[in-house]
C-alpha cells in the first residue's frame, strides 16, 4: 500500500462533502498539473490511503482520511464544455487529465494544522512541508502517515 495527500479547498469540496456523496465515495477531478496527473495515472492504485488536505482554509489542514477505490481513468470534466474544469485540449481518444475515485474512511477529530505540522519531529521532508511544494496529489511516506495519524488520534 501507497499513501498519499490530496489537497482540496473546503469551500469548493470539503471532507464532509465526500463523506455526503453516495456510498461516500466520489472521483477526484480537475487535477490540472502533469506531475500530478501522472501520479493519479501511474501510482495511485486501488487500496491506497490518502490524508485529505483542506487547502486555501482557515485553519489549513488534514481534515481525514479516503481511500483509493477506482485507479487511474480519464477525467470526463475536461471534455464538458459547461463544466469548470473544461480543456479544449484534452480529447476522450486522447485524454490529457486523468482522475481516481476515492470513498471517505474516517474523519479526524479535528483538522490537523499546516502550523502543527511543521513542528513534527520526523515530518521534516514531508512534501506537503517543503518550500514551495504546491501539488494538490503529494506521497506520503508509511512513517510521515504513522506520525500524523497518531497525531489525530487514529
Not at 512541508?129 to 502517515?145: D, I, M
Amino acid at each position: 500500500m501507497n499513501y498519499w495527500l490530496l489537497k482540496s479547498e473546503p469551500e469548493m469540496f470539503g471532507y464532509r462533502d465526500l463523506e455526503k456523496s453516495p456510498k461516500k465515495t466520489t472521483y477526484w477531478d480537475g487535477v490540472r498539473n502533469y506531475q500530478a496527473r501522472n501520479t493519479l495515472r501511474d501510482l495511485m492504485k486501488k487500496g491506497d490511503r490518502c490524508f485529505f488536505y483542506h487547502s486555501n482554509a482557515d485553519p489549513t489542514g488534514i481534515a481525514g482520511i479516503c481511500e483509493v477505490v477506482k485507479e487511474g481513468y480519464p477525467d470526463f470534466t475536461a471534455f464538458d464544455e459547461t463544466h469548470e474544469h473544461y480543456d479544449p485540449k484534452s480529447k476522450a481518444d486522447a485524454p490529457t487529465w486523468m482522475m481516481v475515485d476515492v470513498k471517505a474512511v474516517r474523519a479526524f477529530p479535528r483538522v490537523i494544522t499546516l502550523a502543527e505540522l511543521k513542528g513534527v519531529k520526523g515530518l521534516e521532508k514531508m512534501v506537503l512541508l517543503q518550500r514551495g511544494s504546491r501539488l494538490s496529489v503529494q506521497p506520503v511516506t508509511a512513517r510521515e502517515w504513522d506520525i500524523v495519524c497518531k497525531l489525530a488520534g487514529v
